[in-house]
């Protein structure tokens, strides 16, 4: 989580991006069967191969269980087919853990998780979407007509993909608020020392009591976020040491703390984010604009990571389920 907030001070895309395939790594060496593992995971590791998890359809972002691509059973393996949008990664990767039903009636219980590679027959990329800083996370999607994927890369079988997918959810969001962080910290130096500097009317910029309050509300936000998003990170290390069969209700109450305290971590920065940023960009006059100071690039990748892991609305949703379980 740390290392998120400090690299995204410099370059949150970047960071997303680094993210998304490091999950693919981990997932393949937690899951993988051994043949799996040795087939891919040196080139994912070495950076030889770029990995992105496909879940989003143009048809179905939020509600995920309702997804068209299918996955037939077919002798050695499986065939898929169907779409994916808005993946992370797609326009380069070379390794998508895509998520398919297996069986149409079934809902989220004929969810599986297959390895995919770009080399295989019937996979065809889309051209990456041409908005800023949603363009450098290589965010793009893909196509799959009757693509084979051997039996060794089903990597999570029905009925245990759609709980697999939401695994490490809680990780994503902590990641994503811990990005927002990096970004109002970069944002918040960059107003203060122009501020220092910069004459209007004869005094420095942060000689007038207007910018400088704007300036003490972001930071009070910046550490009001801090606060929960490590209280998060607590909470989900408190419920990964955690064992189902030691002592079951202690593991149901720190799983729901952590789902509790991630998602409000989210919903928290996804809510102030782009306004601290706007602010410590208004104190700055037109300079704030300028690619120097990288705060433009902070805006898009605040305003798109309102979409990423769960937008704020599906953060109330799941705040207000776990309320109603007594969670808070
Ligand atoms: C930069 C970026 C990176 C991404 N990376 C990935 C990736 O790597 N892998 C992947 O699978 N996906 C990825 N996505 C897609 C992302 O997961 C989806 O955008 C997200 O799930 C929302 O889906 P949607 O955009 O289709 O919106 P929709 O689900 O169509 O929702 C539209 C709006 O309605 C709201 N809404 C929907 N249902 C409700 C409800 N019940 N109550 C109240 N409001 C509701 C939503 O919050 C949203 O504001 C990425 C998106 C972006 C922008």
């Known amino acids: 989580m740390r290392v998120c907030e400090e690299l995204a001070h410099y370059d949150a895309a970047f960071t997303f991006s680094l993210i998304a395939h490091h999950n693919i790594a981990m997932r393949i060496a937690l899951s993988g069967t051994d043949s799996l593992a040795t087939e891919l995971m040196p080139s994912l590791m070495h950076g030889e191969r770029l990995a992105c998890t496909a879940m989003t359809e143009p048809q179905s972002g939020s509600d995920f269980s309702t997804m068209r691509t299918q996955a037939v059973p077919v002798d050695k393996g499986w065939k898929l087919s169907g779409a994916k949008a808005w993946i992370a990664n797609a326009s380069f990767a070379d390794v998508f853990l895509v998520y398919a039903q297996t069986s ?13 590679c770009a080399d295989d027959p019937g996979f065809k990329r889309a051209p990456a979407y041409q908005t800023p800083t949603v363009s450098r996370m290589g965010v793009g999607g893909f196509t799959l007509n009757n693509c084979f994927v051997p039996e060794h890369r089903l990597l999570y079988a029905a009925p245990g993909g759609f709980k697999a997918a939401l695994q490490g959810v809680n990780q994503a969001r902590v990641h994503v608020a811990a990005m927002c962080l990096g970004m109002i910290h970069s944002a918040l130096q960059s107003a203060l020392s122009y501020g220092e500097t910069r004459q209007a009317f004869g005094v420095p910029l942060l000689e007038h009591q207007g910018l400088r309050w704007q300036l ?15 209280e998060a990170s607590r909470a989900i290390d408190a419920f990964v040491q955690q064992t189902k069969a030691e002592d079951a209700t202690s593991y149901q109450q720190a799983n729901r703390a952590a789902q509790q305290l991630a998602a409000m971590a989210k919903k928290s920065a996804n809510t102030v984010t782009e306004s601290a940023i ?21 805006l898009h990748c605040a305003r798109a990571f309102a979409f990423t892991d769960g937008t704020p609305e599906m953060m109330n949703e799941r705040i207000v389920h776990l309320l109603r379980l007594g969670v808070l």
């Open 104 to 116: 149409p009636d079934a809902g989220a219980r004929g969810v599986a998780g297959f390895i995919v």
């Open 216 to 230: 003490a509300d972001v930071a009070t936000q910046f550490t009001q976020l801090q606060t929960l998003t490590y």
């Open 278 to 298: 706007s602010q410590c960009l208004q104190t700055m006059g037109a300079a704030g604009l300028e690619a120097q100071y990288r705060l433009t690039d902070h």
